[in-house]
Nanobody, 123 residues
Framework: QVQLVESGGGLVQAGNSVRLSCVAA????????MGWFRQAPGREREFVAVIHRSGTGTYYSDSVKGRFTISRDNAKGTGYLQMNNLKPEDTAVYYCAVSKLEAPSWESAYDYWGQGTQVTVSS
C-alpha cells in the first residue's frame, strides 16, 4: 500500500507560479507511474499530467501543456508539479496518484491517491 501526501497549494495571483509536492509517506514510489489530477468546484476530476516511473516519459493535458511541468525524485520518494503562468481556471483541488501502468491518463488506472491540496488562482 502506498500513502501519498500532497503539499504546496495555496492562494496565488494569476500569472504567478506554484510548485506542488507529493510525498510517498509509505510504500514503494519508484515502481509506479505518478499522475496529477484536479477537481474544480462543480466539475468532475480531470487528468493534468503523468510521469513514467523512470521519469523518462511525461504527458500533459492540452489545458496545461507548456505551463506545467511534472517531475519526480525517486530517491526522495517525491513527485512534483511545477505550475507556471497560472490562470483563474486552474483553481481546483489537486491530487497526486500512483499507478502500476506505464503512464495512464484515466482515473481508474490509479491505485492510490493523496488527500488533495487546494490551489486558488485570483484574477
Amino acid at each position: 500500500q502506498v500513502q501519498l501526501v500532497e503539499s504546496g497549494g495555496g492562494l496565488v495571483q494569476a500569472g504567478n507560479s506554484v510548485r506542488l509536492s507529493c510525498v510517498a509517506a509509505r510504500g514503494t514510489f519508484s515502481s509506479n507511474a505518478m499522475g496529477w489530477f484536479r477537481q474544480a468546484p462543480g466539475r468532475e476530476r480531470e487528468f493534468v499530467a503523468v510521469i513514467h516511473r523512470s521519469g523518462t516519459g511525461t504527458y500533459y493535458s492540452d489545458s496545461v501543456k507548456g505551463r506545467f511541468t511534472i517531475s519526480r525524485d525517486n530517491a526522495k520518494g517525491t513527485g512534483y508539479l511545477q505550475m507556471n503562468n497560472l490562470k483563474p481556471e486552474d483553481t481546483a483541488v489537486y491530487y497526486c496518484a500512483v499507478s502500476k501502468l506505464e503512464a495512464p491518463s484515466w482515473e481508474s488506472a490509479y491505485d492510490y491517491w493523496g488527500q488533495g491540496t487546494q490551489v486558488t488562482v485570483s484574477s
